[in-house]
């Protein structure tokens, strides 16, 4: 049995409160990796392609002011 199948069996014995407090720290750690990578690819100028588009749409008259 590899690592990950031991973890979802004993995932799937959790009581439901347990499995609830479970599902939330999960779901926070997830949302902060995906934070901390996307921070990391704005500063290394990986998303910039996302700002000329817009730029590009505006100029273009399909993007509406905010």
């Given amino acids: 049995m590899t690592?990950?199948?031991e973890i979802q069996a004993?995932?799937?014995t959790l009581p439901e409160d347990e499995?609830?407090?479970f599902r939330r720290w999960f779901t926070e750690s997830d949302?902060?990796?995906w934070d901390k990578q996307l921070e990391?690819?704005?500063r290394a100028g990986k998303l910039d392609f996302l700002i000329k588009e817009a730029d590009?749409?505006?100029v273009k008259g399909r993007?509406?002011?905010l």
Wanted: glycine share 0%; hydrophobic share 30%; net charge negative.
């Fill in 56 to 58: 590009e749409e505006k």
């Fill in 3 to 5: 690592k990950v199948e």
């Fill in 40 to 42: 990391e690819d704005s």
């Fill in 19 to 21: 499995y609830a407090r």
């Fill in 63 to 65: 993007l509406p002011e």
């Fill in 10 to 12: 004993a995932i799937e």
């Fill in 31 to 33: 949302w902060e990796k």
